[in-house]
């Protein structure tokens, strides 16, 4: 039997993808199908600071909104996007949209130096860094002598 090239499969693919997990509530499920995002974050500690890292590219530094509130840092983005149909151009599919998203993260205020917090949007990366207070950065080891 020789083999059959077919554009079925690619039809097929793209209605799981799109109509199935609109109609079940999957928990593994394409968040750019709805429109959600929420970016993925990384959080380094080194001996005299905290850096938080939010993967979210292609914004300005004006979409973004950060908040310390009772030792909740909250980091906000709200970005209206425009269906701008450019003549000569059709997407047979378009996911590239960061709508809004909000990320909270509970600060120990007895280790965080909450104010000298600083925020940095480069290359796609939002960072802040949350130094450490004195009493809270680790102290070299020490030896001490008996009498």
């Keep these: ?45 080194t001996t005299d600071e905290y850096c938080v890292e939010v993967a979210a590219p292609g914004m300005k530094k004006e979409d ?34 960061y709508q809004s998203f909000q990320r909270s993260f509970n600060l120990n205020n007895r280790v965080v130096d909450d104010s000298n917090i600083k925020a940095t949007y480069q290359d796609g990366i939002l960072s802040l860094t949350l130094p450490k207070k004195e009493e809270a950065k680790k102290k070299p080891a020490r030896q001490i002598e008996i009498s």
């Design 1 to 45: 039997m020789l083999p059959v090239k077919s554009n079925l499969l690619p039809t097929v693919s793209k209605f799981f993808d799109d109509d199935w997990n609109s109609l079940f509530n999957w928990s593994n499920r394409n968040f750019a199908n709805n429109r959600n995002t929420l970016p993925s974050v990384n959080i380094k500690e």
């Design 64 to 97: 973004f909104h950060i908040e310390l509130d009772n030792n909740t840092l909250t980091i906000k983005s709200e970005v209206e996007h425009e269906n701008e149909a450019t003549e000569g151009e059709n997407f047979t599919r378009k996911e590239f949209c």
